[in-house]
């Protein structure tokens, strides 16, 4: 065989050319030895390109944990009491006026002197005998009564007499108070008394010009006498009258003043102040069962009466002074010397 009628053999194993050999009967077949194991095989036209390494990938910032509050402390202020600064009291030094104001000061207080001694002078002179009473020298008691310095005593008078009592006197049932003129001509017939009466302000026992004393007790308006009178230390009071039990009532009087007249001629009905108007307040079991008052013009030493629009019929009553005359009186307090009551059931 020649090289180029060669055969050519290929190992079936692994494709490589083998040598060949004339076959002989008697040799074994050749052993070979095993193939190198496979590999993929490279493709030398596979294009390569090249691959830039990844960028690192920056892991995310952590996130913070929110910061945790905490809860406000409240203080409360502390506080400063103020300081309170009493400023110093200097006196001022006195210091000397000088000659002018001397003089004026001089003269002022010789001008006030002046005036003090006309105005002593003036009351003195005003309370030295004209008002109707006589002295005589065996009178000197009359200074216990004539003299304006001889003040009520406080124990007797009760304060605020002059003004109001504290008693509520309007009408509970809605009655209107009336305005009656006083009469002292008319005659009721038959009089009688309330069997008692009280008050909140009297007038101490004094002395009349003859030195003898009196006193003027709430009773003395309702005694039936014309020479006493309850007295009151002040320009206005109340009397109170208990009658008994259920009374009717058409007419009621009072006499507005001190119906008394001393041997030396004093007249005192002139001496102390004079009622011209009162209220009258009626009272049935505690309740206002009526309410008058009686206007007196010209107040005279008589009972003044006043006819009531309808009977009344009251176990008690009130009488409050409300406004008084004679002005230039010498004592100025009140004084009732009698208090009438009249039915004309009863005529």
Same mark, same amino acid.
């Given at each position: ?10 190992? *079936? ?45 920056? &892991? ?46 001089? &003269? ?33 008691? *009359? ?33 209107? @108070? @009336? ?55 002040? *320009? ?67 009972? @003044? ?24 009186? *010498?004592?100025?307090?009140? &004084? ?12």
């Amino acid at each position: 065989m020649t090289a180029a009628t060669e055969a050519r053999f290929f190992c *079936r194993q692994c494709g490589t050319p083998v040598q060949a050999q004339a076959p002989t009967t008697s040799a074994p077949a050749p052993q070979h030895a095993p193939p190198p194991p496979a590999t993929a095989p490279t493709l030398a036209f596979a294009p390569v390109f090249p691959v830039a390494p990844a960028a690192p990938v920056d &892991a995310p910032a952590p996130v913070a944990a929110p910061p945790q509050l905490a809860a406000p402390t409240l203080a409360a202020p502390e506080f400063t009491p103020p300081t309170l600064t009493v400023p110093q009291f200097t006196p001022a030094s006195a210091a000397t006026p000088p000659a002018s104001a001397r003089k004026r000061l001089w &003269a002022a207080g010789g001008v006030a002197g002046v005036v003090a001694a006309a105005l002593v002078a003036g009351y003195l002179l005003g309370n030295g005998g004209t008002t109707g009473s006589v002295r005589t020298p065996d009178t000197d008691a *009359r200074a216990d009564v004539a003299s304006p310095s001889a003040a009520p005593e406080a124990s007797t008078l009760q304060d605020g007499a002059d003004t109001d009592t504290g008693d509520d006197t309007s009408a509970s049932d809605g009655t209107d @108070e @009336e305005v009656l003129l006083a009469d002292s001509t008319f005659d009721p017939g038959y009089v009688f008394f309330p069997p008692s009466a009280s008050s909140d302000c009297v007038l101490p026992k004094r002395k009349d010009t003859t030195g003898q004393y009196f006193t003027y007790e709430p009773e003395n308006a309702t005694d039936k006498l014309d020479d006493t009178a309850w007295r009151c230390g002040h *320009r206005t009071g109340r009397l109170s009258l208990d009658l008994g039990g259920p009374t009717r009532l058409t007419n009621v009087g009072l006499v507005p003043g001190y119906t008394k007249t001393d041997p030396d001629g004093t007249n005192w009905f002139y001496e102390n102040l004079t009622v011209t108007k009162a209220k009258w307040t009626f009272y049935l079991h505690g309740q206002v069962v009526a309410q008058y008052t009686e206007v007196i013009d010209e107040p005279e030493e008589a009972m @003044e009466w006043i006819t009531l629009p309808s009977a009344v019929t009251a176990d008690s009553a009130s009488l409050d002074v409300v406004e008084t005359g004679n002005p230039d009186a *010498r004592f100025p307090y009140i &004084a009732i010397s009698g208090i009438g009551l009249a039915d004309d059931n009863n005529v």
